[in-house]
């Protein structure tokens, strides 16, 4: 006997760690730099956005108050925060 988790076992797992008990589908937003899966989860906390880059393995679950913070950003802002985590960002004078 193997102690070896299939692909979907795993997730299972890992999903557990993160307290998801369901999910309402999924969908995939891509361009030539990279691709994005977005899906609603649903979590002993209440509902989340799941944001994955299956590419490089990030993921993160966002709650309605933080998606809602990040709805009042600007453009200005969201390019402040691109540049501070390309590490080009360069303090105002």
Sequence with gaps: MSNTNS???QNIVDEAADGI????GSFGIANEFTGVRVRKVITR???RLELSTPKFGHRVLLDAMQLEI???L???KFNELFARN????????
């Design 7 to 9: 692909g979907d076992e």
């Design 70 to 72: 990040i709805s009042t």
């Design 21 to 24: 008990v369901g999910e309402e």
């Design 86 to 93: 390309l590490g080009s960002y360069e303090e105002p004078s």
């Design 45 to 47: 906390h209440g509902e």
């Design 74 to 76: 600007t453009p200005e």
